[in-house]
């Protein structure tokens, strides 16, 4: 059995598994050193601890017969570390840092706070950490300074192991950028409990998505790459993040979809929808959400609405944007740390939108991805003709025609409208007794009140023709116009202001 006295450095004892990780950190001027009676520095698990399943840091071993109690390690994230007393009502002063996150909650039996704490000061110390804020008892501030203890467990709350508390906090300059450490030490009964947290600065990389604005050509041709039958399913125009792993995806041809839009009107889309759910380990949403917004960037898109963490309200309202935006429509645990995004590029003659929502749970993210091409209905691949006009009236009263044009702004019926009035003189002339209203639909665009003038004259235009060319009697049409009145669709897309340009027949009884 190995001596209680301290954290003893055992080199020598690396696994081979382990060496690059020691690399890393010799190379970012963190020593280690050779065994003392005393604590110093770890690198690996000594020999003995049932440790399998949750690794030591590789600066900082467990306290000799320490059980790991739970183990957390995000690749990069932002973190908040005590740097004063606990004040009341749990007020702490943070300093918040940034890089890979490693924390762990060790668990210690019949042994003392105090010969805790002073090894791993000692280890600290020898490792050339200098303390940035300590303190023991009750100059850890109200209650024992549990507050602090709470900010590091990763269960938000150390329990009855703020008695007889010890706190440090250090830093240590590398070329690579500064580590911090924090171990808040506290007793309960004859235990002792260490929470423990390492921020390793490192700077945050941006390249790991990709946006292929080629992608916005549809291609039937399978992605060629490792894997090829999993990434062929993900969207053309943009990558998943390194090590994300599909959870569900859709794709439907010509859909409605209402993007939540926190602080303006929602956004009712239609086009082509696919939605995407990617699950991804031990990483932050920072670092995540960073990389797609810097891919998007650069692709040129532009931001509609950017949320960070409670930018956009408290959880329960974050949590409901990401439950609007999930293939689910829940993003169930997923919904800590929150990010939502979303952006717009206008290309090929269509506006593109990509929202997403990166939310947390424990040390994983879960991406929940849109992607909106808008576009108009394709209306000729059902053909309106006297026949299936005659049918829409019997059914619901009123039948859409899409096929009547008109220049912007202006009621003079264009010669490419002939077919659908040619129908439209069919219907009539086959029933004699079919009397019709002839209502005029435009979009929001302008004056409304301009719009339902303008839908009127259209009307009446559409009227003009059908007495005029086509000798149908005056006494089975009346022309109206209701301008913006009645959409068919939303007035925020190319696509669903076409769909607001209408003519529409009602029955007249």
């Not at 739970?70 to 300093?95: M, T």
């Not at 501030?141 to 329990?159: K, M």
Request: glycine share 6%; charged share 20%.
């Amino acid at each position: 059995m190995r001596s209680p006295a301290g954290i003893i450095v055992q080199a020598k004892l690396i696994c081979h598994a382990a060496r690059s990780i020691f690399s890393h950190f010799m190379s970012q001027g963190i020593r280690m050193f050779k065994p003392t009676v005393l604590s110093t520095l770890l690198f690996a698990a000594l020999v003995g601890n049932a440790h399998a399943e949750y690794p030591d840091h590789p600066l900082f071993a467990s306290y000799p017969n320490a059980e790991i109690e739970r183990y957390e390690r995000i690749d990069y994230d932002q973190f908040e570390l005590p740097n004063g007393p606990a004040g009341k009502n749990d007020q702490v002063s943070k300093l918040t840092v940034q890089g890979e996150v490693t924390r762990h909650s060790y668990d210690i039996k019949e042994t003392s706070s105090l010969q805790i704490a002073k090894n791993y000061q000692q280890a600290a110390e020898k490792a050339g950490f200098s303390w940035v804020f300590k303190c023991e008892g009750a100059a850890c501030g109200d209650s024992d300074g549990e507050a602090i203890g709470n900010q590091l467990a990763i269960h938000d709350s150390v329990y009855n192991f703020h008695r007889k508390p010890y706190y440090f906090l250090g830093k240590k300059d590398t070329p690579q950028g500064p580590v911090y450490v924090a171990w808040y030490i506290g007793t309960y009964e004859t235990d002792t409990r260490v929470s423990q947290v390492i921020v390793q600065g490192k700077p945050l990389k941006t390249d790991l998505i990709q946006v292929n604005l080629a992608g916005l050509k549809t291609s039937d041709e399978p992605t060629a790459q490792a894997d090829a039958d999993d990434l062929a399913l993900d969207h053309p125009l943009l990558s998943r993040y390194p090590g994300a792993e599909l959870e569900r995806q859709q794709k439907i041809d010509t859909e409605t979809f209402t993007l939540p839009m926190p602080g303006k009107q929602p956004l009712s889309l239609q086009g082509d929808l696919a939605q995407h759910s990617y699950d991804i380990k031990q990483v932050s949403t920072l670092k995540v959400f960073e990389n797609y917004q810097h891919a998007l960037q650069k692709a040129g898109f532009t931001e509609q609405v950017v949320c960070k963490l409670t930018d956009c309200g408290n959880d329960e309202a974050m949590q409901k944007v990401g439950d609007a935006v999930a293939l689910h429509k829940d993003v169930y645990n997923y919904h800590s740390k929150p990010y939502y995004l979303v952006s717009k590029l206008t290309a090929g003659g269509q506006d593109h939108y990509v929202a997403l929502y990166i939310g947390a749970y424990e040390s994983a993210v879960r991406v929940q991805q849109v992607i909106i091409s808008t576009k108009a209905v394709q209306t000729d691949l059902v053909k309106a003709d006297a026949s299936e006009l005659k049918r829409q009236l019997e059914t619901a009263g009123k039948a859409l025609i899409y096929g009547i044009y008109f220049d912007t702004g202006k009621a003079d019926v264009k010669p490419e409208s002939k077919a659908a009035l040619t129908e439209i003189a069919k219907l009539l002339q086959q029933n004699a007794s079919l009397k019709l209203y002839v209502v005029g639909h435009t979009d929001d665009t302008g004056n409304s009140q301009a719009n339902q003038q303008l839908s009127e004259q259209r009307a009446k235009a559409v009227v003009n023709a059908l007495t005029g060319e086509y000798k149908i009697s005056a006494t089975r049409l009346e022309a109206h116009g209701v301008g913006p009145y009645a959409p068919a669709s939303n007035n925020t897309s190319a696509a669903g202001k076409q769909l607001n340009r209408r003519v529409e027949l009602v029955q007249k009884l």
